[in-house]
């Protein structure tokens, strides 16, 4: 992740992010929501089964807790490393606000020391922070805040899971951990990080504790903005604003312990205070960011829908298994087949991007590869743009949010999920990588 960390932290860097005018969407955030995201999704994809992840991930959306996780493991193994006190960073970013210029669009970004702990602490100095749901954003965005010295309590399902690991981490039955009901009743930041099916299913149930002077946070847009088909419509008596963390709350976790910060966009969906916005942006430092940048609450759920379907994983993995097919159809060996299309990328060449940029990865390959993935490239672009295109309308229209909701809803949702994951998890592709994987250096001198 060394890479990854540079990538975000170097101002000088250059993006090789492009202007969406045809969509609106300013660079800078699409860049963020699907190359930074992407580039720390893959290299979780070389080193797990793909299916478990998933599965898992979706397995726990089902229940009352926040899901914006990619990967379970990685959540697993950064609560192994937190421990409940809090932690020095081993390194703090020492810059400012400023305007950079994002691919010859100008754009502010805010940074942690804009929003230095003296200053968080004098703006939250009457909030009690009462965070609904306890996954992998839960987790971490409460471990973050509370380590920053702020007031945070959790709200969850009593005697469920989440409780259980709530209590491990820390947080006191009576005295920080609640039912979902008393969290937002005693909160003043009601922090919903429940899962966007668990949203539209508890709103009538939490919307009387969201009361006049209280502020009601997301971490994604999604209930809000289909509102239509979430019921979720906020009272127009309170702040409502959003941090949404460009990665898994492990991330989260872990570059805050690093002194780091994940990248994160902020929005402002109503301001009755006239301190929304900068309410919204200090509590995106308190959270764990290192630096934030502005969106509307929509953009965030568009970029993010189209993300998580596109680039981040459905488009990758229909592409991989698109190569792997040809290949496999022509004669190459299953072994050869996964290294041409999976590994190389993950072990070598996404890193190498994501560090550089991808004029510097045709500019150090062989004239051979330059050659050709010069010519294909638009290719890939031409067959693929219409896909992406189709994409956005169907998240655009709310056909896709829908969907999302019925199957999510299902009462058999775990046994179909399993099934496609199943399908993933068997089929040889995957069970090759699976024996690629164990053949890494560093894994066979375990």
């Given amino acids: 992740m060394a890479s990854h960390h540079r990538l975000v932290y170097k101002s000088s860097t250059r993006l090789p992010c492009a202007s969406f005018p045809s969509l609106n969407i300013r660079p800078h955030s699409v860049f963020s929501a699907s190359l930074c995201r992407s580039l720390f999704i893959y290299k979780y994809i070389s080193i797990m089964n793909p299916a478990r992840s998933m599965l898992s991930r979706a397995a726990r959306a089902a229940s009352s807790s926040a899901r914006r996780s990619f990967t379970t493991v990685a959540t697993k193994a950064a609560r192994a490393s937190a421990p409940i006190a809090s932690r020095n960073p081993t390194f703090v970013q020492q810059r400012g606000v400023k305007t950079l210029d994002f691919g010859g669009t100008k754009e502010t970004v805010w ?41 945070v309590i959790i709200g969850v399902r009593k005697g469920g899971h989440s409780w259980e690991q709530a209590k491990k981490d820390g947080w006191v039955e009576g005295e920080t951990l609640f039912s979902v009901e008393e969290a937002a009743d005693k909160g003043t930041v009601i922090m919903n990080l429940l899962s966007d099916a668990a949203q539209k299913e508890t709103w009538s149930a939490l919307k009387p504790y969201v009361t006049k002077g209280k502020t009601l946070y997301f971490s994604h847009g ?44 902020v929005a402002i969906f109503q301001d009755v205070s006239g301190n929304a916005r900068e309410r919204a942006f200090a509590m995106g430092v308190a959270i764990g960011s290192g630096y934030l940048y502005e969106t509307t609450f929509e953009k965030e759920v568009y970029s993010d829908l189209v993300g998580e379907r596109g680039i981040l994983m459905g488009a990758i993995q229909g592409a991989f298994a698109a190569q792997y097919d040809v290949l496999r159809s022509k004669g190459h060996s299953p072994s050869e087949a996964f290294n041409e299309t999976v590994e190389e990328a993950t072990q070598s060449l996404y890193p190498l ?89 560093e894994l066979s001198q375990q």
Avoid at 225 to 248: C, H, M, Q, Y
């Fill in 353 to 441: 991007v994501s560090k550089n940029g991808m004029d510097w990865m045709y500019a150090n390959c062989s004239t051979t590869a330059r050659r050709g993935a010069l010519d294909w490239a638009p290719e890939f672009y031409k067959a693929t743009k219409p896909v992406f295109e189709r994409l956005y309308a169907a998240v655009e229209n709310g056909s896709e949010t829908q969907r999302s909701l019925d199957e999510n809803s299902r009462p058999d949702y775990r046994q179909r999920l399993e099934a496609e994951l199943r399908e993933i998890r068997e089929s040889e592709m995957w069970r090759a990588g699976a024996t690629v994987r164990s053949l890494r250096p």
């Fill in 111 to 151: 940074e942690r020391s804009d929003f230095p702990k003296e200053k968080l602490h004098k703006i939250f100095k009457n909030d009690t922070f009462a965070v609904l749901g306890y996954g992998t954003q839960g987790f971490a965005q409460s471990l973050n805040l509370r380590d920053n010295g702020l007031k």
């Fill in 222 to 265: 999604f209930s809000v903005v289909f509102a239509e088909r979430t019921g979720v419509v906020p009272p127009n008596d309170v702040d409502v604003i959003l941090a949404a963390p460009k990665g898994s709350g492990a991330t989260v976790r872990s570059l805050f312990l690093e002194g780091r910060g994940i990248n994160s966009s």
